[in-house]
């Protein structure tokens, strides 16, 4: 009998080298608060993150320094 938690580890492993291309390439996006660099493009990035996993709304929030996203996922 399959678990739950056999079919979460059996996910992961399937789908681990594109999880960890995926964090390489937001840890590769430049975002230096101190220096401004690279806040709208970072944002960004993480917003189609969220899209892409089909949350039902994305939105990223202007502040006064970096902005902020915000996504919501129903499931």
């Known amino acids: 009998m399959t678990t739950l938690s056999d079919t979460v580890y059996e996910t992961l492993k399937r789908r681990s080298a594109s999880n960890i291309a995926r964090i390489q390439e937001f840890l590769r ?23 892409a996993l089909g949350c039902q709304e994305v939105e990223i929030l202007e502040t006064d320094g970096f902005p902020g996203v915000f996504a919501y996922l129903d499931s």
């Open 29 to 51: 996006q430049p975002s230096v608060a101190s220096s401004n660099t690279g806040g709208p493009e970072g944002a960004g990035l993480l917003a189609s993150y969220y899209r």
